[in-house]
């Protein structure tokens, strides 16, 4: 996925006209947002194809699959009939479930995006102990786009180590979680930002301050 400026926002506003609001003042520094759980609920996933044919934005889902295969293949048919061009699922589920995924945007000749790591503190705890064996799994199931964390670089160049130089790693907690974006971008070929940008006075200035 070729993302302008190595940059996505996460979209995570609670409606329609916030959404558009935001999207209107950095629409000239990105075209890549990434849409979850709160913008999709109060919306619906009608919302992926607005956002799509006002801006002409590619719309990664974080929707974090994370449930048996078959119940991960219903989601990500729904999700890109919707007209998404990405998912993110996470990896802790296992192959079966991660594969069921993998089949559906092979399907619809969309990307999925394995979750190895997550950008906060709590991650620590269960997620960080299993990130490396998830990776390895990606690698042996020919994934090739990888989501992990902006905020601990340490671990972010081990996934990268195990993924290889021709994967592509995009990578959330800059910004707010205390991730440095160029530091990260070292490392990863995006960065994923949120608050930052749509909490800001001025978006535009704030994208464009993340990009110099």
Not at 105 to 128: D, I, R
Not at 130 to 141: C, L, N, P, Q, Y
Request: aromatic fraction near 6%.
């Amino acid at each position: 996925m070729n993302i302008k400026n190595n940059l996505i926002l996460a979209l995570d506003v609670g409606s329609e006209k916030e959404a558009i609001n935001i999207c209107e003042k950095v629409s000239d520094n990105i075209d890549t947002i990434k849409i979850g759980y709160p913008l999709a609920l109060a919306e619906g996933l009608e919302i992926i194809k607005k956002l799509k044919d006002k801006f002409d934005f590619k719309v990664i889902c974080d929707f974090k699959v994370a449930d048996i295969d078959a119940t991960n293949e219903k989601i990500c048919e729904e999700t890109f009939k919707a007209g998404a061009d990405a998912i993110i699922c996470h990896g802790f589920v296992g192959p079966d479930s991660v594969e069921a995924c993998l089949n559906v945007a092979k399907k619809y000749e969309k990307e999925l995006f394995l979750l190895t790591e997550m950008s906060h503190p709590g991650a620590k705890k269960f997620l960080q102990s299993s990130a490396e064996e998830i990776a390895k799994m990606g690698v042996e199931m020919g994934i090739t786009n990888y989501v992990a964390p902006a905020t601990r670089l340490d671990r972010l160049q081990v996934i990268r180590d195990i993924v290889g130089p021709d994967a592509y790693i995009i990578s959330p907690g800059v910004g707010k979680q205390g991730g440095d974006g160029k530091k990260t971008l070292e490392i990863s070929n995006a960065i994923i930002v949120g608050r930052s940008i749509y909490e800001a006075d001025n978006p535009k200035i704030a994208c464009e301050n993340l990009l110099n």
